[in-house]
Structures are given as structure tokens and as C-alpha cells.
């Protein structure tokens, strides 16, 4: 339903996809309805056959954070982003990728024919050579299904977690839901207005720095619980948080690559300790054993 | 009178089919005889000529029909002609001998299952979308689906949406909110993969003959796996069958043939092993292929000491269990528990969606697994991470902080069990033993830190907690299928035991079971034997066999081998084995042996289904069986070329589900899983559409068999002269559908959802009967009452009908035996540290747990959808090798790269994967799913590398115990090089196969050359 507005084209609803990082286990779900819909069917002015092997137009990343023991792992789907200002629409030549009212990309199966360029040019690695047919494909957010009734691309259907989900609402709303549920572009400083939103980007993009407290007494050693735990860098306190049953305290969301930082543990009973630790990848700081 | 209108009716409706249906015109044309139905006297009758695609019925007797059917009288005639068709009046009456039908099979079969056909020939089926397009339903063992159709071709296969007209799902109020799950169903990766395996290049689809197998002259064993094949016409192919079945009974008597099948099947109860092979294997006479409790090992052989529960295999009961735990636990504990990974039973994602609204309750989540499973990827939490094999140390040093610091119901100890006393002394060290089992101890034995133990024993015994066990919850793979599943599984029933397990918030459970569908509306699950007649090895006494009267079967060939010793009974000529059976607790201790006296020994293997060679243990054993020349002929009916179709004489090409009728509903099991569907948010049953024609010349499990039992004169018997599609509908008739839904309709629309339980309907939470000292008042019909020592329904199956932590059975059976002693004790695996020299050599604890993307082996390979999901298979230079997990460390100092290509070897084979390096192992474990669908061997078969990947040819096949017939290969010691890409595999000097009774050295060892990697 749209509004009527002197810019058309704002007022109207369009479609976005949300991935939710903390939600994604990695199933392949998403992966596997792809393939199915696209391999052995031709679906012209949409999609051309999709080959049997080799494309991943819903592709799935994996990231280990930390350690054993304490890891965590997050998986990233990763598909074409329906960029309002696509590379691929810039780098295609013949009209051969254009962007539809409601907000889905569409590379022309039958002019974007030699095209392999487009391959290269788009950043987020989302389209894929045919070599069979010399087409660029990509993840068209099954635009062939909406057209026909459809509410919901496969992949948002599939996904029993709601890892996925694609809703259609005008920008101003879409603005507003990004805003309440803290939303992020994949790859922000590429600026390609993608419309492929991610929630709790950060358990796959930042680090975190954790250890496990534990101290001595009577000859066994046991784990420290509650014990208070902060994190800083040069003087600010960044973060506070408390020891649990087992002695395990996390900081999350910090930026790979940013140097120094110093974990302060205070615990009446067992001893205060200063840990200097210095953040590439996530850090797992092992046991510290307090006393 | 009636009987001859009946008569006249039948020749109108004969040709009335034959004008208005073009396919039941076609079906005219396939044969020109003579039919006649007659009373016994000759005074009533009528004569059916078939003929250049028409038929002619006249009333007369004619002289030479080549086929009659024959009823007593004309009342009894009229009676049984008359519709709607009774089928018990149809079985009495055969019973009786009140009909007779006299002919060729050939001819009879084709009449009575065209007089059926009259009946269904008007049947419409699916829904036509427009466009061209039909939609189907069908089921897969990950979930039910729609496929859409065009031109004969699947377009698509999409999970099942419902509309505005099917009800809702349940909803559960908690800690203040509501959960409902999302109103549509599921599907495991494997179910969404079916259209590649549909249209694999791999499918069989045509009947093949190996070319230097001459059943008239020389037969070659040794060359198979090695032979190519030649294709042959299914008349030949059930010509030679049949005549191989004639001759090994001739030749050898009965028992010459074996019926080996695997543990699953694609869905649909007419289709399912254990219905129409069932019947088929009874109507011919086989030697049984006596299965192990496969996914239950511990569960069974130990479990079920403690506890009862026998006819759940020792695993317990799961009513309830997903809206006590949103409301009262406040903690789960899943120990070896990866639901994520292997959806229950069936159960495809629907756990899932409720293990999420974990995340949003304040439940503490411990994963105990040496792996950083799937489920804890999923759930986070914390992570333990004890050595594969050594959790039943671990749960007794937890045992011990329990005791010590007094963490542990002690009422419920003294009230609802006995016996904890004595192990109460062995967790202490007061015993013989006179070991303490303290936290330090465990970590000496388990590798987890004692203070993680402490902690854990601690928040454990301050709070209630949900222990999920293996992947339902109640137990069911995981550790229970390792060298120590039996020392774990009891040690858990100790655990919850101690916890008072049944009161809110303390009981079994992940959320993968016991949601508030409706458990009372009756569907039969698969294990209740579909149309196998078969009382004696399916559940259908307990309901199917009176809802759906049918012949009984019964298989006169007593003998059985028992199935972790089958390449063993084949080329020694004897194994030994213990039962499976669910009925008692003390079933399992009856010994059995092979050959059993006055039978012929096994000749002849039927092998139908999946290849196992990714499922069994040290499996090239296996290989070797096939080659020798004590299996005179090998025949094997399967959908795909996997690795151990390639090792028969005869290959019979089945279809898949896809592409012939049936009926099911999703995740129902029966038998020893009853109500499986509480895996469900939905109850869900379907109409399986055959949605296109048979692949080649593929065809059903069911017209295979009756073209064989044609050549044997029993396709009557086995068919009951009707097709599979009057089978579905007899299921459908036997269920309550008929209540809610109309044939007609079912048939087009393809599938029912039946509304969910309304709040004071819901089943009670399982155990709190027993918890609270009352009667049994679950839904579900066991254990027998014969079983019950006192008063019915009051306690446990046990002799003292409480939890027995030192089991009067066990006492009774064999009180000093080291291996499962009548209190639960701690005995390092084997397979292990304990075995110095050996692990010296082989450093690596492998873990080869149920896959996640495959289902077992359907779905694996065959060039499928899955192959390029990099969790399962990767390609290199071409090739889609199986993954192998490695710690990062360990890799490192095997400078091995992530998806390098690695040989995983110990004295038993080798296999080349593609290395998978990660965090989520601790060192010196490494992980590889089992259940690999392709056997590759590189060089001769059973001696070199395999790149197919199956890792089971590396795993042990030792029983877990002398007196069991017991899986314990789930942890292998390995080790793991870069793969110099040559084919030799480092052999054991003695390739000959040892008779299970000998404890397993590993005799290869002192002749060896370790193989040091070449850098």
C-alpha cells in the first residue's frame, strides 16, 4: 500500500532482507532451497538455470571466536544486497542489470550474456560466472515467486529460526526498524545502499576478550564466582561485568585489530589482578588463577 | 440371484472404466486371456474375456479359463463382491477357503489387482495450481513437503504451508509469556536435498547382471566390487532371483537365504522394510539379519536395568517434558545432545524453533560433548569438553560432589529407589574398588578441569535441571553407541535419579520431545508394520492388526545372524549374538547362535536398502564377505549405486518414494519410539503422491517383490491380490482419518492437520506419577502387565518397581560380570590411552557421531545438493572429499591446512578427507561424521585408501560387551598425515576375519612399519 507522494518512488514499499547472525546455525537450509529452485529451471527475464555444482548464491560464512575452551562460532549468510546504488548496475553495459520499483536487482539472464565483469564488480562477492551458459547470476530474492503470490522468498520460508526474514515496507519504515533493532550494513564503508540488513553483526565482525577466574584453597582449586571484572583502555572504563559459576566473564563487540587493553579483576577475597592483553582476533585468556 | 447381478455388474464396469479412463484402457491391453468367476458347484457363473485391448463377459462356464475364482456358494459370492469391500470379511473368508483362485501368478495377480483398479480409476489426486502445474505432497525422513510438477518433471519441493482452514498449533504459557510456534512446518537439510537425489545420476534404473556371473556356469565371487555390469530385462532379472531363491533351498534347505536391510527407510508405511519386505521375506522363508539396538546400545543394555522402560529400549518416557521445562527448569544440561544435528527422529527443525525460546528465558545451558556440537554453536552456554569415552567418569565424580556437599533429593532416594547404598560406597571409594571418584580424579580421567566439575556438580544440584541426553533427550545416540554408551547411560539414570527426576523442572529432556499435541488420535507409525502380516518382529499386535485385518506372515526360517557379526557368520561359518527385544527388561539376555541346529548355513544374501558399509564397524570386513565364495549369489535392491550395490551379482532397481503411492504421517514411528509426533509442533499426516513416474525402469519395493513372488506362486498371498495404492487406502481406512477427512478429498489435497490439545486435555508431565507415588497415567500401552511386580501401573518395570541403582536384574543374570556389574562402575574404553602400545602409535580419539546434512547415507554423495555444503563434503582437484575435523594445534604440528587432503588411518584401513581445522575440538580428538554413502577404494577393494570417505572402515567392531550384541565404535583411535596420494593402505598381517568371542588385539601391530609421512 502506498502513499501518495510527489516522489513516487520513496513513498513506495520495497523489499529488504533481515539476517539475524545470532539466529543462523548454519543448517544450509537457505543454501538448499536455492539450489533447488534454480537448478534444472529456467525462469526467463528472471534467472537462467543455475549450475548443478560451484555456485553459492546464498553463500554461508563461518567465524571461530576465541579458543577451546571458550569459543564461540557464528555463521554469516551472505547473498546479493539489492543495492540501491549497485557496482553492478554502474559496471554493466546494455542495461543489462536494473533495479525494479520494489527494490530487487535483476541481472538480465539474457543480456547480461559475456558480461564477466560484473563478477568483479560487485563487492560483497554475490555473483557468481556461468560458464556453461556465460551469464553472471545471482540471488534474485525470488523475484519470479513474489510476482506470482508468493509473500516470502524460499529462503526466508525455509529458515525455521528466522534468521531470515524479508518484509516489504517503504524506506521511512525500514529506517525505523534498522534504528529499533540495531541493524548494520554488511560492509558500511562501500556505501552501496544494500538492502540486506544485519542483526547482531557483531558475532561475526568483532572480537571479544574472555577468561575463565579460578583460585586455590585447602589444596583444591576452585572456580571464582562473582567476583567483578572490568575492562579498560588507557584510562576509560569500557565495561563491567561479574565472574559466573564457573568463574567465566566475556567482554563482546570489541573491534579486531585495536590494540591494547587491560582487563582488571577485583575480587576481596581472592586478590586483585591487571591483565594487559592485546587484540588482533578474539582473545581467550585461559585460566587466571587468582591465588 | 445377487451374485449373478454382481457378476454382470463387474463386465459393465469392466468396460465402463475401460471407456471413460485412458489409463485403465491401456491397462486392458496388456494381456489377452480368459477369466472366470463361478460358484463350486457350477450353478452360477461368469466367463471375462480379455482380448486385443477390450474385454467380453458372458454368462456361461467356459471349458479351460486360464484363470478361475472360485466361491463356495452365490451367497458367499455375492456377499464378498458386494462393495464397499470388507477386508476382514475378504481374509476370513480366504482363511476359510471359501474362495479359491486357481491360474498362473502371472495372469491371477494382473485379474484380481484390474478388478481393484475398478475402484480406483476415477480417483483424482493433487491440486492443480494452473499453468501446467500439480502440487503433490509427500514425506521425507526430514519433513513433509509439496512438490510442484510440470510436464512430468519435479519443478520444485518446498516444506508444506498451511491456510486459513488448517488449525493452529499449540500454545504454552510460561514465566509470564506465551509460545506458539510459527504456524508452518519444517524440513531437515536432507529433506529440502531430495530433488538431486530424485534425479541423481546415480539412480539405478535399469536391472543389471554382473558380466562374469553366470549362475549356470562360473559365478566369480571373487571378482565382485570389481566386475562391471551388464544390463538385463526385469523378466530376466526375476527369472534369475527366483530361481537362485528355488535353488539355495533346494541345494541347501532352509535358512540358505539371508535378508540383510538397514535401519531406515524412505517414509511411507506400505513401503517401509518393515512391511512389504517383511511379508516378503516371510512368504519366502530367510535367514534374519538379527539387528543390534543401534541408536540405543546404552540406553538397552544398560539403562533399562535401572529404570524398565524395556519397550522404549531403555530410553524413558517423554510426555510433557517441552512445557515443564519453559515453566520450571532452570537449568539443561545436553550431554553428547546435538539435536541440531540429527532433529530427533525425523523431527526435521521443529525442536529447533522451541530450543530458541531458550534464548530468551533466563536457563542456565551446559553442553557436555568433546565436541562444540551444533547445538551448542546454536545456544551458547557453557562447555565441557571431556575425552570421548570417559563421561561415565565424569558423572561419577559429579555423583561425588552430590554426596559430599549433600546436592541430591535425598527423599526421593530413600522412597522411589534402592540400592544407592552400594554405589554410593563406590563413588567414595568405601568398596573393593577403593578409589574416591573426587573432581580430581575426573579430571585425571576426563581431561576436564576438577573445578569445572565442582562448579558444574554444584549449579547442577542448587537448581533444577533438564538433562538432555543424547539427540531426543531421553537418550538415543551420542556416547550411548561408544566403547563405554552402556558405563554412560547407566551413570546418567544414576545422575537424574539423584536428582529426583519428575518433579517440575527435573526430568529428561532438550525440547526435542513431548510437546501438547494430540497423542489419542490414532495413525499408525511405520514400526507398526504397514502390510507385513508380520505379529512377531513388528508392533502390529498392539493395535494395527485389528484395524487393518490382514494374512499373517510368519517366517519358518528361525535362524537369525546377529548383524555386527554378519561378514563373520559368512565366511566362519558361526557367530553368537543376544537379543534384541523390547518386551522385558530381561529379553536381552537370551543367547542366540548361528548356525542354529538343522539349518543350513547362509548361501544366498538379499541385501535391500541403503550400503551400510558407512554404518557398520571395520567395515572392511564387510568387503571381504562379499568376495569370498561362501555367498554363492548376492542380489541387491536399492535406489542408488553406493559403495556396497557395486558388490552384488544382481542389482534390482527400486524407485523412490516420489514415485509410487503411499501413506504416512511425519515422525511417526511407533513401536519402540511411540508418539513420536511430540517431536512436533504440528501433527501432520500425508497422502504420498506418486508425483512422477518411475526414474528408468525403476520400480516400487512392492511390484519388485510381487514380480518375484510370481515366479513362486505367492504374489496372492503377498499382494492379497491388490495394488500398493488399495494397500494405502486400507492404511487410510485403519487410521482415524476417516473421521476427520474424506478419501476423495485426502487423495487431492495430500495432507491433515489435526488441531492441537486444548490446555486441559494435555498429556501429564512423564515421571511425576512415579515421583508423586501414584499411577501410571501417560498415554502409552507399556510396560506389559506381566511385567508389573505388584499392583498394575504402580512403579517401575524393575523387581523392586523403584530406580534400582544396584539392578536385581543384572544380580540375577551375572553378578561378577566385569563388564556390567550389577552397580554402574568406571572401566576405561579400550579403544584408548589404557591400550599403551597401540595408542602410542595412534594418538587421535576419533569421533564419528550421526551426520547432520545426510540421513545416515540417503542423501550423501550421488553427486546431490549436499556435497557442496563445505560442513559435509569439499571439493578438490575434482573430487568431493568428506570432512574430518581437527584441532587447530594438532594440525599445526601435522602441517595440515584447512581442506587439505589427509589419510585417516589405523591398522584397519585408511581414508583420505579434506581436513577440516578448528577450535571446536580439544586436542587429541578429532571428529568425522559416519554414514558415508560411497566406497571408493583406490586400489584392490578391502585392502587399499578409500577417498570415498568411509570412516566406519576404521572404527572397532567389538561388541561393547561379551554378553550383548552391542555397538561400541563410535570412538576410534587414529592418526592423521598429510595424504601422499598413493593407494596402498599399511595392512594388517592378518587379514583373516576372528570370530567375535576373542577379545580384539590388535594383532597387525608387531608386523607393522609405522608410516611416517614422507616430509
Known amino acids: 500500500m502506498s502513499a501518495p507522494d510527489a516522489e513516487g518512488s520513496v513513498a513506495k514499499e520495497k523489499w529488504n532482507l533481515i539476517v539475524d547472525v545470532d539466529s543462523c546455525t548454519n543448517c544450509n537450509l537457505c543454501v538448499l532451497a536455492c539450489h533447488d529452485e534454480h537448478v534444472g529451471n529456467d525462469f526467463p527475464g528472471y534467472a537462467a538455470e543455475m549450475p548443478k555444482h560451484g555456485h553459492r548464491w546464498i553463500e554461508i560464512m563461518r567465524k571461530e571466536r576465541g579458543q577451546a575452551p571458550m569459543i564461540d562460532v557464528a555463521y554469516l549468510p551472505v547473498m546479493c544486497q539489492h543495492c540501491d546504488e549497485a557496482p553492478c548496475i554502474a559496471a554493466a553495459e546494455n542495461d543489462a542489470v536494473t533495479k525494479r520499483e520494489d527494490g530487487i536487482v535483476i541481472i538480465d539472464p539474457v543480456k547480461a550474456k559475456g558480461q564477466k565483469q560484473l563478477v568483479e564488480a560487485c563487492p560483497y562477492g554475490a555473483i557468481w560466472w556461468n560458464d556453461d551458459s556465460q551469464i553472471p547470476q545471482a540471488w534474485i530474492f525470488d523475484a519470479h515467486l513474489l510476482d506470482n503470490g508468493w509473500t516470502e522468498p524460499r529462503a526466508a520460508q525455509v529458515c525455521a529460526t528466522a534468521a531470515l526474514r524479508a518484509v516489504k515496507v517503504e524506506d521511512t519504515e525500514m529506517a525505523r526498524i534498522v534504528r529499533e533493532e540495531g541493524l548494520e550494513e554488511l560492509k558500511p564503508e562501500l556505501k552501496t545502499k544494500p538492502r540486506v540488513w544485519y542483526k547482531n553483526l557483531g558475532r561475526y565482525k568483532r572480537c571479544f576478550i574472555g577468561g575463565s577466574l579460578a583460585s586455590e584453597r585447602d589444596g583444591a582449586v576452585d572456580c571464582v564466582e562473582g567476583a567483578r571484572v572490568t575492562l579498560h583502555k588507557d584510562a576509560d572504563q569500557l565495561a563491567e561485568t561479574t565472574s559466573d559459576a564457573y568463574g567465566d566473564f566475556k567482554f563482546d563487540g570489541i573491534e579486531p585489530d585495536s590494540g591494547g587493553y587491560v582487563v582488571r579483576i577485583a575480587d576481596a577475597g581472592e586478590g586483585a589482578r591487571d591483565v594487559e592483553v592485546s587484540v588482533s582476533e578474539s582473545v581467550y585468556l585461559g585460566e587466571i588463577r587468582l591465588a | ?1015
Open chain 2, 1 to 1015: 440371484m445377487r451374485f449373478s447381478i454382481l457378476l454382470f455388474g463387474l463386465g459393465l464396469l469392466l468396460r465402463y472404466c475401460s471407456w471413460r479412463y485412458p489409463a485403465f484402457k491401456k491397462r486392458l491391453a496388456e494381456k489377452d486371456f480368459t477369466a472366470q468367476i463361478r460358484t463350486k458347484d457350477g450353478s452360477a457363473g461368469r466367463s471375462y474375456t480379455f482380448a486385443g485391448g477390450k474385454v467380453r463377459s458372458r454368462r456361461r462356464i467356459v471349458a479351460n479359463p486360464d484363470v478361475t475364482l472360485t466361491f463356495k456358494t452365490a451367497a458367499i459370492g455375492a456377499r464378498l463382491l458386494m462393495p464397499p469391500i470388507d477386508p476382514l470379511e475378504q481374509i476370513n473368508a480366504q482363511k476359510d477357503f471359501l474362495i479359491a483362485l486357481d491360474g498362473p501368478d502371472e495372469l491371477t495377480s494382473w485379474f484380481t489387482q484390474t478388478v481393484m483398479m475398478t475402484q480406483s480409476a476415477g480417483w483424482t489426486f493433487g491440486t492443480d495450481l494452473g499453468n501446467g502445474t500439480m502440487r503433490y505432497t509427500n514425506m521425507t525422513n526430514g519433513g513433509p513437503v509439496f512438490l510442484h510438477v510440470k510436464d512430468g518433471k519435479i519443478v520444485r519441493l518446498t516444506p508444506i504451508t498451511f491456510d486459513a482452514t488448517d488449525p493452529g498449533p499449540w500454545t504454552i504459557e510460561a514465566r509470564g509469556k506465551r509460545f506458539t510456534p510459527p504456524r508452518k512446518t519444517s524440513l531437515a537439510p536432507h529433506g529440502m536435498n531430495w530433488k538431486s537425489m530424485v534425479y541423481s545420476p546415480d539412480r539405478l534404473l535399469y536391472p543389471m547382471k554382473r558380466v562374469d556371473f553366470d549362475p549356470n556356469g562360473e559365478r566369480n565371487p571373487q571378482n565382485r566390487g570389481i566386475s562391471g555390469y551388464e544390463r538385463i530385462s526385469w523378466d530376466e532379472a526375476l527369472d534369475l532371483v527366483a530361481d537362485e531363491i528355488k535353488r539355495a533351498k533346494r541345494v541347501h534347505g532352509p535358512g540358505a537365504i539371508a535378508n540383510s536391510h538397514g535401519s531406515h527407510h524412505t517414509w511411507g508405511n506400505i513401503g517401509y522394510y518393515l512391511s512389504a519386505n517383511f511379508r516378503f521375506i516371510n512368504a519366502v522363508g530367510m535367514t534374519r539379519v538379527h539387528h543390534n539396538p543401534d541408536s540405543w546400545e546404552g540406553w538397552y543394555w544398560g539403562a533399562a536395568h535401572h529404570w524398565g522402560q524395556s519397550l522404549r529400549v531403555g530410553q524413558c518416557e517423554t510426555y510433557g517434558g517441552v512445557a515443564d521445562l519453559l515453566k520450571e527448569a532452570e537449568m539443561v544440561v545436553f550431554w553428547s545432545s546435538n539435536p541440531e544435528a540429527v532433529s530427533g527422529a525425523y523431527g526435521a527443525l521443529e525442536g529447533t524453533i522451541r530450543r530458541k525460546w531458550l534464548k530468551e528465558l533466563d536457563v542456565e545451558i551446559v553442553h557436555i560433548d568433546p565436541y562444540f556440537n551444533d547445538t551448542a554453536q546454536f545456544l551458547g552456554g557453557k562447555w565441557i569438553a571431556p575425552k570421548p569415552t570417559t563421561d561415565p567418569a565424569l558423572a561419577m565424580a559429579i555423583a561425588h560432589v552430590w554426596i559430599t556437599e549433600g546436592l541430591y533429593d535425598k527423599d526421593f532416594v530413600e522412597n522411589r529407589t534402592i540400592g544407592f547404598d552400594k554405589w554410593k560406597a563406590y563413588i567414595l571409594g568405601e568398596d573393593d574398588d577403593g578409589v574416591v571418584k573426587t573432581p580430581e580424579w575426573g579430571e585425571a580421567e576426563t581431561g576436564v578441569p576438577a573445578k569445572d566439575i565442582r562448579a558444574l556438580a554444584r549449579q547442577w544440584g542448587r537448581k533444577k535441571t533438564y538433562l538432555g541426553a543424547g539427540g531426543w533427550g531421553n537418550g538415543h545416540g551420542g556416547a550411548c553407541r561408544n566403547a563405554t554408551g552402556i558405563q554412560w547411560a547407566r551413570a546418567l539414570v544414576c545422575l537424574i535419579a539423584m536428582q529426583g527426576i519428575g518433579r517440575p523442572g527435573v526430568n529428561m529432556g532438550n525440547l526435542q520431545w513431548g510437546t501438547p499435541v494430540d497423542t489419542n488420535f490414532y495413525f499408525p507409525g511405520y514400526a507398526e508394520g504397514g502390510m507385513s502380516g508380520d505379529l512377531h518382529h513388528t508392533a502390529m499386535s498392539v493395535e494395527l492388526y485389528q484395524r487393518m485385518p490382514q494374512l499373517p506372515s510368519m517366517n519358518t526360517v528361525e535362524q537369525s545372524i546377529p548383524r555386527l557379526q554378519l561378514p563373520e557368520a559368512i565366511l566362519n561359518g558361526k557367530a553368537e549374538g543376544y537379543v534384541w527385544d523390547g518386551k522385558s527388561i530381561e529379553a536381552q539376555f537370551t543367547k542366540f547362535s548361528y548356525p542354529r541346529p538343522g539349518y543350513s548355513p547362509v548361501k544366498m544374501l538379499y541385501k535391500y536398502g541403503g550400503s551400510i558399509f558407512g554404518t557398520m564397524s571395520n567395515t572392511n570386513r564387510h568387503v571381504e564377505m562379499y568376495r569370498s565364495d561362501k555367498l554363492e549369489f548376492v542380489v541387491n535392491q536399492s535406489i542408488w549405486m553406493e559403495g556396497e550395490a557395486k558388490f552384488a551379482d544382481v542389482i534390482l532397481p527400486a524407485c523412490t518414494n516420489f514415485e509410487r503411492p503411499d501413506i504416512s504421517e511425519w515422525a511417526a514411528l511407533g513401536g519402540y519410539a511411540y508418539h513420536g509426533q511430540t517431536q512436533l509442533n504440528h501433527r501432520v499426516i500425508i497422502f504420498q503422491h506418486k508425483a512422477i513416474e518411475p526414474l528408468g525402469e525403476s520400480r516400487s519395493d512392492f511390484e519388485i517383490f510381487n514380480g518375484i513372488c510370481k515366479r513362486l506362486g505367492l504374489s496372492a498371498y503377498f499382494s492379497e491380490g491388490m495394488t500398493e495404492l488399495d494397500w494405502v487406502k486400507r492404511q487410510f481406512e485403519a487410521s482415524d482419518l476417516p473421521s476427520v477427512v474424506k478419501w476423495k478429498d485426502f487423495i487431492r489435497r495430500g495432507y491433515v492437520v489435526l488441531p492441537a490439545e486444548k490446555e486441559e486435555l494435555r498429556d501429564p508431565v512423564s515421571w511425576n506419577w512415579f515421583y508423586e507415588g501414584r499411577k501410571k497415567d501417560v498415554p502409552e500401552p507399556m510396560p506389559l502387565p506381566s511385567d508389573y511386580t505388584e499392583t498394575y501401573l504402580e512403579g517401575l518395570q524393575t523387581q523392586s518397581s523403584k530406580i534400582e541403582f544396584e539392578c536385581e536384574s543384572l544380580k540375577r543374570f551375572d553378578a561378577h560380570d566385569p563388564e556390567r556389574p550389577p552397580i554402574v562402575k568406571y572401566k576405561p574404553a579400550m579403544e584408548g590411552p589404557s591400550d599403551a602400545a597401540r595408542f602410542a602409535e595412534y594418538p587421535l580419539r576419533m569421533m564419528t557421531p550421526h551426520p547432520r546434512f545426510s540421513f545416515h547415507t540417503q542423501g550423501d554423495g550421488k553427486d546431490s545438493f549436499l556435497n557442496d555444503i563445505k560442513d559435509h563434503r569439499v571439493l578438490v582437484d575434482g573430487h568431493y572429499y568428506w570432512i574430518i575435523r581437527i584441532n587447530a594445534e594438532d594440525a599445526a604440528e601435522r602441517k595440515i591446512g584447512m581442506h587439505d587432503l589427509v589419510k585417516v588411518h589405523n591398522e584397519r584401513g585408511a581414508v583420505v578427507c579434506a581436513a577440516l581445522v578448528t577450535q571446536r575440538l580439544p586436542r587429541g580428538v578429532v571428529h568425522g561424521f559416519e554414514s558415508c554413502a560411497t566406497y571408493d577404494p583406490l586400489g584392490e577393494p578391502g585392502k587399499s585408501v578409500d577417498r570415498g570417505g568411509t570412516l566406519n572402515l576404521l572404527t572397532p567392531e567389538k561388541s561393547q560387551l561379551k554378553k550383548g550384541h552391542s555397538m561400541g565404535s563410535s570412538t576410534a583411535l587414529v592418526e592423521i598425515e598429510p595424504w601422499d596420494g598413493k593407494a596402498e593402505h599399511r595392512v594388517a598381517a592378518k587379514r583373516s576375519v576372528k570370530p567375535a568371542k576373542t577379545p580384539a588385539k590388535p594383532a597387525a601391530k608387531s608386523k607393522s612399519k609405522a608410516a611416517v609421512p614422507a616430509k
